[in-house]
């Protein structure tokens, strides 16, 4: 649900018209009882959209990515991805799957320029496992991408032996 601008525009109304002082949460309470009357599911929704527009800390605080060893990144316990009909989804990293840490990864790039370093190298390993379904579970991903990796890493150095 997008935030109905009509409350705010009503809200200055309501102050503007009034013959008295009058504080922004009481001069909201009439525009919302105005608009709503007694319907708590719509006051409800629209909280909760006003609320998620103000608490981008927590979408924020998922790209910043646990430290690792350089050899394999992981997620963190929670990440945010954004969709078309929900806004910001929160995806525990247990029931995150293949294409949400894609698009988290995606999203990373291009919201937190601070740990860019981190997620360019996160893209690049899952170009390694860029055969993974998007829907297959991250944890299977994951170890699949550690599995590359040292197959990768072994014929480096067998290469490396052999000049």
């Known amino acids: 649900m997008a935030v109905d601008r009509s409350i705010q525009i009503r809200t200055q109304e309501i102050i503007s018209k009034s013959p008295v002082s009058i504080s922004l949460q009481?001069?909201?309470?009439?525009?919302?009882?105005?608009?709503?009357?007694?319907?708590?599911?719509?006051?409800?929704a629209y909280a909760a959209s006003l609320s998620a527009g103000t608490m981008k800390g927590i979408r924020k605080a998922t790209y910043n990515l646990?430290?690792?060893?350089?050899?394999?990144?992981?997620?963190?316990?929670?990440?945010?991805?954004?969709?078309?009909?929900?806004?910001?989804?929160l995806v525990p990293r247990e029931l995150a799957d293949t294409g949400h840490v894609r698009q988290w990864t995606r999203e990373g790039?291009?919201?937190?320029?601070t740990q860019r370093l981190r997620f360019k190298?996160?893209?690049k390993d899952l170009e390694l496992v860029a055969d993974?379904?998007?829907?297959?579970?991250?944890?299977?991903?994951?170890?699949?991408?550690?599995?590359?990796?040292?197959?990768?890493?072994?014929?480096?150095?067998?290469?490396?032996?052999?000049?």
């Open 66 to 89: 646990p430290d690792d060893d350089g050899t394999l990144f992981d997620i963190p316990i929670v990440i945010a991805v954004t969709t078309p009909t929900d806004g910001d989804l």
């Open 26 to 44: 009481d001069a909201v309470t009439q525009a919302l009882r105005e608009k709503f009357g007694d319907d708590i599911a719509a006051i409800t």
């Open 109 to 113: 790039l291009q919201h937190h320029s």
């Open 132 to 163: 993974a379904a998007d829907g297959a579970a991250w944890s299977n991903t994951r170890a699949s991408l550690a599995e590359r990796k040292k197959e990768l890493e072994a014929a480096e150095s067998e290469a490396e032996g052999e000049e």
């Open 121 to 123: 190298r996160a893209t």
